[in-house]
């Protein structure tokens, strides 16, 4: 067996190390430091492999091999494919390194790693919609940190477990459904069987709409911190998932329709997000929406692939993951300064005399997920806005109104964190606690962060173009 | 094996999955559970090996010990002679189920014709029929032991289905990975349920 292979470095070695921290689980803090070691390290090393995988060290040559063989099965990593590979773990190591100081689940880190290796090898597994059943053992794992501490499992999380779980057949059946019909002609039943049975089971692991309800209930109920990271993972792996899927199956890109329902579908999913979001009263059902818009775009950009929908994905994976990671850190750090402050609007009236930077700080990510100008996701938002207005203009009006829904809900947020109600005092200006200079640094890091993203994209952002290289038949000039 | 046994067979576990969709009594369902397992066993021998077969079934026993350990040790859990009137919830879980079962049969030759011609209408009758019950279980209840039944039965239900299609090691490693942690997850939700309750 040769273990000089890329599925043992970033697959193999945190599942082992995951193992292994399970062990000193309860110090939590060594637990974060290793993690985080381990999840920037791989991503590193990673980002700066040689693409034909010839190493050389210290004056030797090491040739790793893609493949790792296992039951007659293999496990392929190839050198185009790390960059998604590191994109992933700095995703862990963000997570990890930025929520040390937030009372999440002392298994966050163990699971956070696992989570991260489990994710590459659905990404790497051969052949590879067996990567369905490693999606259904993510959500699993995924259940015990989305479960609230001290709390029965919640309907949110139960409704989770079981769409995700009743997506796992409509993957493994379209696979075996297809074999060997590249070759038939388009118009065949099994075909269109096998589209059907492939993209019911990307909407309900994608929970576009109307499949979303569980998740308000979930984010409702769960961290941020957590709630955050789990659904970033997800929408950044089953987005990749489906390019893959859609660059190996020649049969379901060249179908009549296909591209195009999966815009729709994505501009609904928008829109519905949009929407939903202006009627929100509780910041932290808000994370739902946030991620079902997103999910809409990543769609939209998927349904856009021949018009740059590709490159506008590749682009907003960062600043999404940024976006994601302010909004979250921002929000948990609120709960954490004031327990009492329940993410509802009466508990959020004028918290902006008490905590200016961390109100500042929770605009500044919507913002940015609006897609506002030098903010970090509108490079990828223009991309999208421009390719699907010069395709139909049935979409512009529809995207306009989402945009609106959430700026509606933005502005909303303002009047309630600049106002004071005078009758009655709201809980956040009655109780004690300041921001302090750390945690003011760290709100101002995450926020020119996003403006530097969103100023130089072709700094920052034009190394992820790199995530679409091995989709060498969906996009033959990438 | 003989015809009359495989019948008996995927009789048995259709039975096993209506009484866990109809009644409400742990012991009962947990019991209903493993039964369900030995007679996948069973109809799954159409298509592989014994050896292979075993696979299931002693992940399905396993799977069923453990969700049996978490109830016997949160205490809650009734004896199986213990006799309760039927409630009226679960007559009307009753003339589901068997509206179920004859949708499983009824639908299965269609589905041998149409989809699945290498399955026989058997194989078919009992894969749909617990994919059918484990759907409904999920859709209809929010407890959690009931919660993780409805999944194993859907996901055996799926397995059987499969198991006529394709064969991998792998898949079947995966298989098991899933069933397993879906009985550590129905054992983590069952504590919890407990917990909260005596909070």
Redesign the interface.
């Known amino acids: 067996m040769n273990l000089l292979t890329t599925p043992t470095i970033w697959i193999f070695l945190p599942v082992l190390f995951s193992l292994l921290l399970i062990l000193v689980h309860r110090l939590h803090k060594l637990s974060v430091w290793i993690v985080c070691t381990i999840s920037l390290l791989l991503a590193v090393v990673a980002m700066i492999f040689p693409q034909n995988l010839d190493l050389r060290l210290f004056g030797r040559n090491f040739l790793f091999d893609d493949t790792f063989l296992?039951?007659?099965?293999a496990l392929i990593i190839t050198g185009t494919e790390l960059k998604t590979v590191a994109m992933l773990y700095l995703f862990s190591f963000l997570w990890n390194i930025a929520g040390m100081r937030f009372s999440v689940s002392r298994w966050f880190p163990t699971i956070s790693l696992t989570i991260t290796a489990l994710w590459v090898s659905a990404l790497a597994?051969e052949p590879f919609l067996?990567a369905a059943?490693?999606v259904?053992?993510i959500v699993?794992?995924s259940?015990?940190l989305l479960?609230p501490r001290?709390?029965?499992?919640g309907?949110g999380v139960?409704r989770y477990?079981?769409l995700q779980?009743?997506a796992?057949?409509f993957i493994?059946?379209s696979g075996?459904?297809v074999t060997g019909i590249e070759s038939a002609p388009s118009a065949s039943t099994l075909i269109l069987?096998g589209a059907v049975l492939i993209l019911i089971g990307f909407s309900l692991w994608l929970a576009v709409f109307p499949l979303h309800t569980w998740l308000p209930m979930l984010a409702d109920k769960t961290h941020p911190w957590v709630f955050s990271f789990v659904f970033l993972m997800q929408q950044s792996g089953l987005s990749i998932f489906l390019l893959k899927v859609l660059d190996q199956f020649a049969w379901l890109r060249n179908l009549n329709g296909v591209f195009p329902a999966m815009q729709w579908v994505g501009v609904l999913t928008v829109l519905a997000g949009g929407v939903l979001a202006s009627m929100q009263t509780k910041v932290n059902r808000i994370l739902a929406y946030l991620i079902l818009i997103e999910t809409g775009y990543s769609v939209l950009a998927i349904g856009l692939i021949s018009q740059g929908g590709g490159e506008a994905l590749a682009l907003s994976f960062l600043p999404r993951a940024l976006a994601y990671l302010q909004y979250a850190y921002t929000l948990s750090s609120i709960q954490q300064i004031a327990p009492e402050i329940d993410g509802g609007f009466p508990s959020l009236r004028g918290l902006f005399t008490r905590l200016p930077f961390h109100s500042m700080s929770l605009i500044i990510s919507l913002l940015s997920l609006l897609g506002l100008p030098a903010l970090g996701l509108f490079p990828a938002r223009r991309m999208l806005w421009n390719s699907g207005a010069g395709l139909t203009l049935h979409y512009t009006p529809l995207l306009g109104l989402a945009v609106a829904g959430m700026a509606l809900f933005i502005l909303r947020l303002m009047d309630t964190l600049l106002t004071t109600d005078p009758n009655a005092p709201s809980p956040t200006l009655t109780a004690q606690g300041e921001e302090s200079i750390w945690q003011i640094l760290v709100l101002c890091f995450f926020t020119l962060l996003s403006l530097l993203v969103g100023i130089f994209p072709q700094v920052f952002l034009n190394p992820f173009l790199g995530i679409l290289e091995p989709f060498i038949h969906l996009l033959p000039s990438s | 094996m003989s015809e009359t046994l495989r019948i008996v067979s995927a009789a048995l576990l259709l039975l096993a999955a209506a009484i866990n969709l109809v009644r409400r009594q742990w012991a009962l369902n947990i019991l209903a559970l493993g039964l369900q397992y030995v007679c996948v066993f069973l109809v799954i021998l159409e298509v592989r090996s014994p050896l292979l077969a075993a696979i299931k079934l002693i992940v399905g026993l396993m799977v069923t010990l453990m969700l049996y350990m978490t109830l016997v040790s949160s205490g809650l859990i009734e004896s199986l002679l213990v006799r309760r009137r039927l409630s009226s919830g679960e007559v009307f879980r009753g003339t589901i189920a068997l509206l179920l079962v004859l949708i499983s049969i009824l639908l299965s030759p269609v589905l041998q014709q149409s989809a699945f011609p290498q399955s026989s209408q058997l194989l078919l009758t009992a894969s749909v029929g617990l994919i059918m019950f484990g759907l409904f279980q999920m859709g209809t209840i929010t407890e959690p032991l009931y919660l993780v039944i409805g999944l194993l039965t859907f996901l055996s239900g799926f397995e059987l289905l499969y198991a006529s299609l394709e064969f991998s090691r792998v898949l079947e490693a995966l298989f098991t990975a899933v069933n397993l942690s879906l009985a550590l997850i129905g054992c983590f939700f069952i504590v919890k349920d407990v917990e909260s309750r005596s909070a």
């Open positions: 296992i039951l007659n099965r597994v067996y059943l490693i259904e053992l699993l794992i259940v015990v479960t001290g709390e029965q499992a309907s139960m477990l079981v779980t009743i796992l057949p493994l059946l075996w459904m069987r």
